[in-house]
């Protein structure tokens, strides 16, 4: 009978030392059986490792097609351990399998109800216990520790045995009182798992058996326990229904700042360090790829900077007692020779050179979703790449081609699919013709495609039953008005009659006049600028002119009896909803919108602040004469008039902008008179709320208000009569301006007084 033999390699999950020590063991040792720490509900589809469309970065995901919260991805890297020894057993063609507790019961585990003690524990303040091992080795932590001693070596001897009898140490070390009781079953689950695959490997005569796991679980494989112990804690154990694919994957979610449990720090540091396995002058090609992007950012990077930030490296290298300059040594040196001390340009480096910006790609016929296989398609046709680093896409509507990409994105976004985000509209003033996408592809937009997935098999049928959806559900009208504007955005035609009769049913019992006038400008802007993405909107215009006088007839009796948190809300709704209606042109709809403003102006009952508004937004109109706004300021601005309410009239009437005073000398007067009035009490009461409503205008306004303020009223003056200009008498209103304005005091107002 042939001896068995089983050969523990412990690894870090990501990392190009390991993996290539372990492709060399393995090439050796010729194993007739592979186990490697992994999901066995993905063992189906490990044939596809060698298909040449299968480029890493990538993911295996395990989801569960009945549940969208549940969903756990494998990351691999080219220099990943477990990529490299999953393509050897390939490759030989010998029995590769994955060890870990599978998927299936792991999500049914979650399910269940946790322990009041499950949460009693709290994070040990030593944080990971390889750290223990950096820091007594004179590191800063355990990624720097392990970087150096194994990921960035390019000796040839052997580091499993160290790694094992390191493991041994610190699991003896570690107290389980470190874990909650929740995170021990897990584990001692996930490790009775192993055990029992790796019995189950020797009991069918497989002679020379390699296990590829975590370092951390080697000493739990090492000697096994009697079967019976892990059969009965695996006993019983919860399953449910999953299923598995390939997705791509970038360096970025590989990286630890993305939240990535297993993540690395630099996942392009280590792809550099493996594609240059074996080179002499890593340190070199490193170095020039960074002068390369140094040039193309117009910074100033010669050969001799690059050769003197190499010695540096080298230097530090040996002062550290270091083989080979690492990431820290030429980071320094890069920084100290090239950027001359600068820690802004390092930016650049770290996100191109340490993180990373590669995006994997997976076969086109991998399992997947039809929804997925739907954009795969779409993407090709309309030429979007996926990418993973930000790129800025402008279409012009005008084009057939680009008016197809925007509605592509558009259906993306309504299914919470975001590829990109809207980051603005073009070159043009209007918006019509122009859309400025940001573009970035993450990993976990599989899973929401995934998700997304149960609404239709392709883009188009599944945004439009999602948006039917969502309409049925929503209880308010801007809710209803903002989703048939992305529906039409998106051309889901289907879908608009049904979004429409659920919005003019529901307005038709809306009272809520905030709501009424929430809804008014998506939907104008649904009528205004439809004409360029061809789309009907006439039903949309019949449910406006129904909802438009309604919110004109509700206005003024919205506007009474609200605090100033409420009236400041109330104020934004109307000038958005005036802003609408003005670029409807629709003159039946505007007058009645005047009406209501007319009413909200002129009448006593509203707060001051909409009342204010209301006449400013007249007078710009020009529907109100200046003797009438003149009329309603005076009343407003009356000494009788609490000081508080006057101001807060001053404040919408004034609406963040200062050229109705800059070029109306009779209301200019009219504020003036008024402050002018106030005696230092009711002054100093109102001077907060002064002060908050200049400080809106902009920094030109500000000082042409100065400018005015410091001439008194020469200008004015000499415009309507011909009265001698009193230079004192101007002047004793400096420090009051200045006082509303926030400006410094001026040497000549102490002349003057």
């Given at each position: 009978?042939?001896?068995?033999?089983?050969?523990?390699?412990?690894?870090?999950?990501?990392?190009?030392?390991?993996?290539?020590?372990?492709?060399?063991?393995?090439?050796?040792?010729?194993?007739?059986?592979?186990?490697?720490?992994?999901?066995?509900?993905?063992?189906?589809?490990?044939?596809?490792?060698?298909?040449?469309?299968?480029?890493?970065?990538?993911?295996?995901?395990?989801?569960?097609?009945?549940?969208?919260?549940?969903?756990?991805?494998?990351?691999?890297?080219a220099f990943s351990p477990e990529w490299q020894a999953l393509r050897y057993g390939l490759e030989q063609n010998i029995a590769v399998r994955f060890m870990d507790l599978p998927i299936s019961h792991q999500f049914a585990l979650d399910d269940e109800k946790e322990s009041d003690d499950d949460d009693a524990v709290e994070a040990s303040p030593d944080g990971d216990p390889l750290d223990w091992l950096g820091r007594a080795a004179g590191y800063a932590d355990g990624e720097s520790w392990?970087?150096?001693?194994?990921?960035?070596?390019?000796?040839?001897?052997?580091?499993?045995?160290?790694?094992?009898?390191?493991?041994i140490a610190l699991r003896q070390a570690d107290p389980e009182a470190r874990y909650s009781a929740r995170e021990q079953r897990r584990e001692a689950l996930r490790e009775a798992y192993m055990r029992k695959t790796l019995r189950q490997a020797k009991k069918e005569g497989f002679a020379r058996i390699a296990v590829v796991c975590g370092a951390w679980h080697v000493p739990a494989l090492e000697k096994l326990p009697p079967a019976k112990n892990d059969n009965e804690l695996l006993k019983?154990?919860?399953?449910?229904?999953?299923?598995?694919?390939?997705?791509?994957?970038?360096?970025?979610?590989?990286?630890?700042?993305?939240?990535?449990?297993?993540?690395?720090?630099?996942?392009?540091?280590?792809?550099?360090?493996?594609?240059?396995?074996?080179?002499?002058?890593?340190?070199?090609?490193?170095?020039?790829?960074?002068?390369?992007?140094?040039?193309?950012?117009?910074?100033?990077?010669?050969?001799?900077?690059?050769?003197?930030?190499?010695?540096?490296?080298?230097?530090?290298?040996?002062?550290?007692?270091?083989?080979?300059?690492?990431?820290?040594?030429?980071?320094?040196?890069?920084?100290?020779?090239?950027?001359?001390?600068?820690?802004?340009?390092?930016?650049?480096?770290?996100?191109?050179?340490?993180?990373?910006?590669?995006?994997?790609?997976?076969?086109?016929?991998?399992?997947?979703?039809?929804?997925?296989?739907?954009?795969?398609?779409?993407?090709?046709?309309?030429?979007?790449?996926?990418?993973?680093?930000?790129?800025?896409?402008?279409?012009?509507?005008?084009?057939?081609?680009?008016?197809?990409?925007?509605?592509?994105?558009?259906?993306?976004?309504?299914?919470?699919?975001?590829?990109?985000?809207?980051?603005?509209?073009?070159?043009?003033?209007?918006?019509?013709?122009?859309?400025?996408?940001?573009?970035?592809?993450?990993?976990?937009?599989?899973?929401?495609?995934?998700?997304?997935?149960?609404?239709?098999?392709?883009?188009?049928?599944?945004?439009?039953?999602?948006?039917?959806?969502?309409?049925?559900?929503?209880?308010?009208?801007?809710?209803?008005?903002?989703?048939?504007?992305?529906?039409?955005?998106?051309?889901?035609?289907?879908?608009?009659?049904?979004?429409?009769?659920?919005?003019?049913?529901?307005?038709?019992?809306?009272?809520?006049?905030?709501?009424?006038?929430?809804?008014?400008?998506?939907?104008?802007?649904?009528?205004?600028?439809?004409?360029?993405?061809?789309?009907?909107?006439?039903?949309?215009?019949?449910?406006?002119?129904?909802?438009?006088?309604?919110?004109?007839?509700?206005?003024?009796?919205?506007?009474?009896?609200?605090?100033?948190?409420?009236?400041?809300?109330?104020?934004?709704?109307?000038?958005?909803?005036?802003?609408?209606?003005?670029?409807?042109?629709?003159?039946?709809?505007?007058?009645?919108?005047?009406?209501?403003?007319?009413?909200?102006?002129?009448?006593?009952?509203?707060?001051?602040?909409?009342?204010?508004?209301?006449?400013?937004?007249?007078?710009?109109?020009?529907?109100?004469?200046?003797?009438?706004?003149?009329?309603?300021?005076?009343?407003?601005?009356?000494?009788?008039?609490?000081?508080?309410?006057?101001?807060?009239?001053?404040?919408?009437?004034?609406?963040?902008?200062?050229?109705?005073?800059?070029?109306?000398?009779?209301?200019?007067?009219?504020?003036?008179?008024?402050?002018?009035?106030?005696?230092?009490?009711?002054?100093?009461?109102?001077?907060?709320?002064?002060?908050?409503?200049?400080?809106?205008?902009?920094?030109?306004?500000?000082?042409?208000?100065?400018?005015?303020?410091?001439?008194?009223?020469?200008?004015?003056?000499?415009?309507?009569?011909?009265?001698?200009?009193?230079?004192?008498?101007?002047?004793?209103?400096?420090?009051?301006?200045?006082?509303?304005?926030?400006?410094?005091?001026?040497?000549?107002?102490?002349?003057?007084?």
């Open positions: 009978m042939t001896e068995q033999t089983v050969h523990l390699f412990g690894i870090r999950h990501h990392g190009p030392g390991c993996a290539r020590s372990l492709r060399q063991a393995l090439e050796t040792l010729q194993p007739d059986c592979l186990l490697v720490e992994g999901p066995p509900d993905g063992e189906s589809i490990l044939p596809f490792m060698q298909h040449e469309q299968m480029q890493p970065p990538v993911a295996l995901l395990i989801y569960a097609p009945d549940d969208s919260h549940h969903a756990a991805f494998y990351p691999f890297a392990w970087s150096h001693r194994v990921e960035e070596r390019e000796d040839d001897l052997s580091l499993f045995e160290a790694i094992r009898e390191a493991m019983n154990l919860p399953k449910c229904k999953v299923a598995a694919a390939w997705t791509p994957w970038s360096y970025e979610a590989l990286s630890r700042a993305s939240g990535y449990g297993a993540g690395v720090v630099s996942p392009e540091w280590y792809d550099h360090l493996w594609r240059y396995q074996g080179a002499s002058h890593r340190d070199i090609g490193w170095l020039s790829r960074a002068a390369r992007l140094f040039r193309e950012a117009d910074l100033d990077c010669s050969s001799a900077h690059i050769i003197e930030a190499a010695r540096l490296a080298q230097t530090l290298a040996i002062m550290r007692h270091h083989p080979q300059p690492g990431l820290d040594e030429l980071c320094e040196a890069l920084q100290t020779v090239v950027c001359m001390g600068e820690s802004a340009p390092m930016q650049m480096i770290r996100q191109k050179l340490i993180v990373g910006d590669a995006l994997g790609s997976v076969p086109d016929d991998t399992p997947v979703v039809p929804l997925q296989r739907d954009i795969t398609q779409q993407q090709k046709t309309l030429r979007l790449k996926a990418e993973a680093s930000e790129k800025v896409l402008d279409l012009d509507l005008r084009k057939p081609g680009d008016l197809a990409r925007s509605q592509l994105l558009h259906r993306l976004t309504l299914l919470d699919i975001s590829w990109g985000h809207l980051a603005g509209q073009g070159n043009n003033s209007k918006g019509t013709f122009h859309e400025v996408w940001s573009l970035r592809w993450e990993p976990a937009l599989a899973m929401n495609i995934i998700t997304a997935s149960r609404w239709g098999n392709s883009v188009e049928h599944a945004s439009a039953r999602y948006a039917i959806e969502r309409a049925q559900h929503a209880s308010t009208l801007p809710e209803l008005a903002k989703l048939i504007q992305q529906v039409l955005l998106a051309d889901l035609q289907t879908a608009i009659a049904p979004i429409a009769n659920a919005l003019e049913s529901l307005a038709a019992t809306q009272g809520n006049s905030e709501q009424l006038l929430e809804a008014l400008a998506p939907l104008v802007a649904i009528v205004r600028y439809g004409n360029v993405r061809q789309t009907n909107s006439g039903m949309v215009m019949q449910v406006l002119m129904s909802l438009a006088p309604r919110a004109a007839i509700a206005l003024p009796g919205a506007c009474s009896a609200l605090n100033d948190d409420s009236a400041a809300r109330m104020r934004e709704k109307v000038i958005d909803a005036h802003a609408a209606l003005r670029l409807l042109d629709n003159e039946e709809l505007l007058t009645g919108w005047w009406q209501a403003l007319m009413v909200l102006a002129e009448g006593s009952t509203a707060h001051a602040l909409l009342r204010g508004t209301a006449t400013r937004l007249l007078f710009d109109l020009q529907t109100l004469t200046t003797e009438r706004i003149t009329t309603l300021m005076n009343l407003a601005l009356s000494p009788a008039n609490p000081p508080a309410e006057s101001a807060a009239w001053a404040e919408g009437f004034l609406n963040e902008s200062a050229m109705v005073l800059l070029h109306n000398s009779e209301l200019w007067q009219l504020i003036d008179a008024w402050l002018s009035g106030l005696n230092d009490e009711h002054f100093t009461r109102i001077l907060p709320m002064l002060r908050r409503t200049f400080a809106r205008f902009s920094s030109p306004e500000r000082r042409q208000l100065g400018e005015r303020a410091a001439q008194g009223e020469r200008v004015a003056q000499q415009e309507e009569t011909s009265g001698i200009w009193d230079e004192q008498r101007a002047a004793l209103m400096l420090p009051l301006l200045r006082r509303i304005l926030a400006l410094p005091p001026h040497e000549r107002e102490n002349h003057v007084e």
